[in-house]
């Protein structure tokens, strides 16, 4: 795989300014296109020869507006960072419909190295590259240019560069590229290996020769020109919503939601005292999963009017302000359109020992979204493993997830619609969209069935919550966050 | 002081309910309209009464829309917080025009508290204290509507409650609470002080007393209904542009400018070995202060076509990419501009040990936006002081600041214009905008000396670099970042 960057390729000087006199117009022109374009492009640049892969960024930078362009570099963790799923640093960088970013650092290294010293397993690695892979195939799925580049120094250069650095002192080469070239033998099948599994398919790396930098910088910046001009000559993707009337969706026979017992209720002293006491507890359990550093997800979905709201207030009533966060979902703003779907909710995980309530959430992909036709099938056929990928993650850092539909009937809801408009302070929670919406009641019905079978995994099962009688409702939602909390918290 | 939040104020459920009924719709309709309109509330709670603090941003969150409230608590700072001046995270987390936010948590306490134990001296507390209250100055100059609450426990009460606890266990009161009532007698005499220090003029504190639930959060609640109805009734501020014609300048006699030396050269040899020799120092440097997290900032400053992107490029080629950033300043993005001016550059701070280099910056205030009347003068004016806050902030956090302007003189400009519509790479960057600047070159020559004289500061110093030689210039620029960074490293 690395042979074809071991040939020793140069480009003359005079061939370079040449060279570089249309490729930096061609650029810059793409750059300013770029900027008006529906689509994001993410540049990776990483590599063996770590000096060289810095000395092309900053030619990038130089050879492009450099105004345009947002370079980020990953190195070790941060201590924000780890309190988060691994991801979550790459999630939040990501470059919005227009822009440019670059992502250099240590990150697919790290990891090679990591293996190499036995610091993590053959599955945790395989883990992580299928993250990596599955991350890039969601980027270019909602449209991304992702180019990936490894910059490769053959054995006789290294060597030749790091007796170089001994005679000299230090220059550019420290610690870890003496740890790597220790180890070159080892690590560059393993890095094959890498490079392999990080393709999403029909999206290999470009492995560069670092050996002469000339070479590299400009090999490098004319295959951003061509796939970045090939790309901005495409006609932009026809607007979703026009080419996605709703599916006209059969409603299954039985769903899910037939099993949910309707009919329980508590009487109110029941309720009282079940509540109280399971208030106290949350709120025991918050205090301690704060002070050992657990986090958790708290996920709302449900019909309109099912009480969604007072659930939560239940629970944070229970808790100190600085132990959750409540986050209300929305229509999307124009900077959240601008991105992948999931994105804003990454931005939202909680840091250590905290805990965040989202009222409503990425669901919408496969609820409203689907059910309204606001995107293709094939966007939320898609969602159901792009969310299957995100919990995974959330679960792997130990934060247990907990995710509630709240299920009742229409002769309830309509109930409650009227309800609100008699109230003056909640006649505002009442809208002509609630009316439709529950004129698609059957359309609706379906969505949440396929939502909890394609979604309710081992580590983020769905809980299905009989919300007719609110009494009932709330008692079941606390017991079951106090449940998963302390078993979260005797296995942290 | 707090005399008046002592008596023992009561409401009744009966009259509660019925004055809720009204707030609440009108709390509801305000927060509708404030989505519209062109100002930022900040709400902040606070007090001596902390689970009373805690239960009341509950109670507003259910009374309001919560969807449309952001409330921000602030703990013990992060790893991420301490790297940054103290208020960074305050200036983050700021609502933007027609959002509410409420600021909680310990942060005024916390000060309190410290003061109390000995851990600050009273000069460092009134630094504190200053700096707050600048803050919600140039909140209030920029529009802000900001309302500071104070949640206050008569000492008869808060003994029943310590007792309580005790002999019930724990409850709602934690150890902090315990720490503040054996300390009641000392902590509140501070506490007026620092309330009273913190009001930036006509703004006090409101002091509301926590003993009754009911009265606390009502009381608090309409206060809120009555300063943001009549904010809201104000017609909107006309815009800043068409309120405010460049102001004549008249250029001064002599300005700072003069004393450049502009005939400054360096020859190619001198300036090869002196910039060869200053990048290994600069690489060395920058290591080294990556290793003892000593972050720094660099502004650049110069009129059009002064070079600033070729010096930017000297500094950069030294470093390793992961320790710096190049922040290009260039018109503000809509988020940008529905936020205080400044606060787009407070995002931009580094963390430990890293370089941030502004390629233009917050002086834009008193430079372009003062000459072209982008705003009125009651607002450049006003800049010179809050950027000498700004700037005060980074430095006691440690971090050296450059702050660099590039001069030159009209004829070296107009060479390098017309040089660059020549070099088809470079074309881009000249428009016909430069060309309006440059007739305005005495307009700026005012403002830039100005802008020198009023904010060189001790901590903050310009420096004045003779640019018509382009060599003399980077060689100038990166002596005067080693020699700083040298000197933070033995300090630090």
């Known amino acids: 795989m690395f042979e074809a960057a071991e040939a020793g390729s140069k480009i003359s000087r005079d061939e370079a300014d040449e060279l570089l006199l249309q490729l930096r117009v061609d650029l810059i022109n793409a750059q300013y296109d770029l900027r008006e374009a529906d689509f994001p492009v993410l540049i990776v640049l990483m590599g063996d020869d770590r000096p060289g892969v810095s000395g092309l960024v900053n030619r990038l930078n130089e050879w492009m507006d450099g105004r345009y362009i947002r370079t980020h570099v990953f190195g070790a963790p941060t201590d924000e960072e780890l309190q988060r799923p691994r991801d979550w640093r790459y999630w939040l960088a990501l470059p919005a419909h227009g822009q440019l970013a670059i992502y250099t650092g240590a990150f697919a290294l790290e990891t090679i190295l990591e293996r190499l010293q036995g610091a993590i397993d053959r599955p945790e690695l395989d883990r992580r590259l299928r993250h990596m892979r599955r991350l890039e195939q969601s980027l270019r799925d909602d449209g991304a240019l992702v180019l990936k580049f490894w910059i490769h120094l053959p054995r ?53 020769e670092g050996t002469q930098a000339r070479y590299r910088d400009i090999t490098v910046a004319r295959i951003i020109r061509s796939a970045l001009t090939e790309r901005l000559s495409r006609p932009p993707a026809p607007a979703a919503a026009a080419s996605a009337p709703p599916a006209p969706t059969v409603a299954p026979e039985a769903t899910v939601l037939d099993a949910v017992d309707l009919d329980a209720t508590l009487t109110r002293p029941e309720y009282r005292a079940t509540r109280n006491a399971l208030q106290a507890r949350l709120r025991m359990l918050t205090r301690r999963a704060r002070e050992a550093g657990i986090s958790s997800v708290v996920v709302f979905e449900g019909w309109d009017a099912a009480g969604k709201g007072g659930v939560i207030r239940r629970i ?41 309530i989202f009222d409503r959430s990425w669901y919408g992909r496969v609820l409203v979204e689907r059910v309204e036709g606001l995107v293709p099938e094939i966007a939320w056929q898609r969602a159901y493993t792009e969310i299957d990928d995100f919990e995974e993650q959330i679960a792997e850092r130990g934060i247990p997830l907990f995710k509630f539909w709240l299920h009742m009937d229409r002769e309830e809801q309509i109930r409650r619609f009227r309800a609100r408009e008699r109230t003056p302070y909640k006649k505002y929670k009442i809208t002509n969209e609630d009316y439709r919406n529950r004129e698609r009641w059957g359309a609706y019905r379906t969505a949440v069935n396929d939502m909890v079978q394609r979604t309710s995994t081992q580590f983020a099962p769905w809980t299905l919550v009989p919300a007719n009688d609110k009494r009932f409702a709330r008692v079941k939602v606390l017991r079951t966050i106090c449940t998963g909390l302390a078993k979260g918290l005797d296995e942290g």
């Open 156 to 208: 006789k250069t290294f060597k030749k560069r790091i007796k170089q650095s001994r005679k000299k002192g230090g220059g550019r080469l420290d610690a870890t590229d003496h740890l790597i070239f220790d180890a070159y033998d080892d690590l560059m099948p393993l890095a094959e290996y890498v490079l392999r599994k990080t393709d999403p398919g029909g999206a290999p790396w470009h492995i560069v």
């Open 316 to 356: 944070t009533q229970a808790m100190d302000v600085q132990d959750y966060r409540v986050v209300p979902i929305g229509a999307p703003t124009d900077e959240e359109l601008a991105h992948h779907y999931l994105w804003r909710f990454w931005r939202q995980l909680p840091r250590a020992g905290r805990m965040v």
